[in-house]
């Protein structure tokens, strides 16, 4: 997770290692880091009112802007009628998404392209690599950039 503070120009970076996760998981596991982040900020500074999730993860963002209706409707079910994967972090995700939209935060998800230049998807990458080289990167807290 790279997150911006746009108005002061600073930058945290933040990533971990799961063993027998998968892609998609650590995916999620981002998304729920991001969003508890936003809220942990929202309830100490009060003064953002929009934020923006970029992700190269379409399933992620259809995940949290479509899907998850069905989900609800249908019992935590897929269109197939089978278990939707990864059921608990999805709830997780939900539960803080809600949390901070009634803080009155708009969240808007955006889906930006992977390996194409995007200077902070990019770096999203290079963490993410680092750690599961092995070899984590030194990150930034509350850096300018």
């Not at 901070?100 to 993410?128: P, Q």
Request: net charge positive; charged share 35%; with cysteine.
């Amino acid at each position: 997770v790279v997150a911006l503070d746009t108005d002061r120009g600073l930058v945290w970076e933040y990533g971990d290692k799961e063993s027998k996760a998968t892609n998609n998981q650590m995916e999620l596991a981002a998304c729920l880091h991001a969003l508890k982040l936003i809220l942990k900020s929202a309830l100490k500074e009060k003064n953002f009112h929009v934020v923006e999730m970029r992700l190269d993860s379409k399933y992620v963002i259809q995940g949290v802007t479509e899907w998850s209706k069905n989900w609800l409707k249908n019992g935590w079910k897929s269109s197939q009628k089978k278990d939707v994967l990864n059921k608990d972090l999805w709830q997780k995700i939900l539960k803080v998404k809600r949390e901070v939209e009634d803080e009155g935060i708009n969240l808007k998800f955006i889906h930006v392209y992977g390996h194409t230049g995007e200077k902070w998807n990019e770096r999203c990458d290079e963490i993410a690599k680092g750690f599961a080289s092995g070899e984590p990167p030194e990150l930034r807290r509350a850096e300018k950039y």
